[in-house]
């Protein structure tokens, strides 16, 4: 069956950084948009950043934008998010999903998920 594991949560100050990874198995990884979606308390959860499976496109959350890097190593079935300048209001329940449109919110496949807390 499909598996997403993640890794890289943690506790950050604000202005830190942080790297988050997603090893999946059980599909063909290149062949499928990845993404990363958050779900802070009390909010829906929503898209983050998305990536082509050739990588030659993605998609970035305004609120994000030229602070997260997705990035992908289709070679390591692995997608990773760079997370620079963090700020309070990134802290939420992180996930990656596989096979997923950041612009619908459809995502086929869900990660467990992995905590960021932003400290102020």
């Known amino acids: 069956q499909v598996q997403l594991v993640e890794s890289g949560g943690g506790l950050v100050q604000a202005g830190g950084s942080l790297r988050f990874s997603c090893t999946v198995s059980?599909?063909?990884?290149?062949?499928?948009?990845m993404g990363w979606f958050r779900q802070a308390p009390g909010k829906e959860r929503r898209a983050v950043s998305c990536?082509?499976?050739?990588?030659?496109?993605?998609y970035y959350a305004d609120s994000v934008k030229g602070r997260f890097t997705i990035s992908r190593d289709n070679a390591k079935n692995t997608l990773y998010l760079q997370m620079n300048s963090l700020k309070p209001e990134d802290t939420a329940l992180y996930y990656c999903?596989?096979?997923?449109?950041?612009?619908?919110?459809?995502?086929?496949?869900w990660g467990q998920g992995t905590q960021v807390t932003v400290s102020s």
């Open positions: 999903a596989a096979n997923s449109n950041c612009y619908t919110g459809s995502v086929v496949y």
């Open positions: 990536i082509r499976g050739s990588g030659d496109s993605t």
């Open positions: 059980g599909l063909t990884f290149g062949d499928f948009t």
